[in-house]
């Protein structure tokens, strides 16, 4: 029997469409009011109008556009139960944005670190549970303190994206580390392989998988994809799994070591403090 999430606000970013827009669905099923937030106007709008209510618009590749969002969201959510950072991507060569940041770490990361900063106050007093969309692509990144950006690292799609999934992951655990004084619990997810756009424009090993018509055979649905998402945002009690990774619906999964290293986790933290303005 599905949990009763009636008089829960949810609010879920990269929901224009993939997992994110099914699992609003289901979460609205289950009687949550779900914000959903896209980049894409025409399919945030489109998502929203069958939940009945209001899109959000903001793309990740602009911080003031986040700034924007927040605002937004304070408006509109006296109480934010749930907040689910999902809005991500993989772009095939280096770009820089608008912010002068690396646009396949400002989209997976830093965005998401802003938005969950300038939230702050509202999630600790509605003692909220944040849900990371991580990857077991954090395997093959690393994180460099000195070179975050990738500006004199060599740049592969796979090893820059693992990297802003494994920053994520580290994200996370830091945030549920500083659940007794917050009040704010953390856990991330890796949702599978999934048959979304994501990796449309990849190349390397994820286009292998997402441009071929064999490797499209092994991807999952959106709404399995979304399943973990669901699950975790649907539970009674969300602090039974803070600070856990889910590797689809199995708890405590195995990390990389980086993922682990606590120390590397408040120093990650400052590090982006920084490089955001935020200290």
């Given amino acids: ?3 009763d999430l009636t008089g829960k606000t949810v609010v879920i970013t990269g929901a224009s469409a ?3 827009a099914a699992a609003a669905r289901e979460l609205a099923a289950r009687g949550a009011t779900v914000v959903p937030v896209g980049r894409s106007a025409d399919k945030t709008r489109a998502v929203a109008a069958e939940l009945g209510v ?3 618009i903001a793309d990740f590749a602009s911080l003031r556009q986040v700034r924007s969002l927040a605002d937004r969201l304070l408006r509109r959510c006296p ?3 749930v907040l689910a950072h999902n809005a991500g991507g993989v772009v095939p060569r280096r770009e820089v944005t608008e912010d002068g940041f690396e646009l ?5 990361y830093l965005a998401p670190f802003l938005l969950q900063a300038l939230l702050h106050e509202r999630l600790s007093a509605s003692r909220a549970q944040v849900i990371v969309t991580s990857s077991m692509g954090h395997r093959f990144g690393r994180i460099s303190l000195a070179d975050l950006n990738f500006a004199r690292r060599r740049f592969s799609s ?3 994206y693992g990297s802003a999934k494994l920053a994520d992951l580290i994200f996370a655990r830091e945030l549920a580390r500083r659940a007794p004084e917050t009040g704010i619990s953390a856990v991330a997810f890796h949702p599978g392989t999934v048959g979304s756009s994501f990796g449309r424009d990849s190349r ?3 286009s292998l998988v997402y441009g071929t018509a064999a490797g499209r055979t092994l991807l999952l649905g959106n709404e399995q994809g979304a399943a973990p998402l669901v699950h975790l945002a649907s539970l009674a009690d969300p602090r039974s799994v803070n600070g856990q990774y889910f590797h689809r619906m199995r708890a405590n999964a195995p990390t990389s070591k980086q993922a682990r290293d606590p ?3 408040r120093n990650l933290w400052d590090t982006t403090e920084a490089m955001l303005g935020l200290t």
């Avoid at 396949?104 to 997976?108: H, K, V």
């Fill in 1 to 3: 029997m599905s949990e």
């Fill in 18 to 20: 993939g997992i994110g």
């Fill in 54 to 56: 209001e899109p959000l």
């Fill in 79 to 81: 109480v934010i139960d």
């Fill in 104 to 108: 396949t770490l400002q989209s997976n």
């Fill in 158 to 160: 796979l090893r820059v």
């Fill in 204 to 206: 390397g090993p994820v």
């Fill in 263 to 265: 120390a590397l986790a």
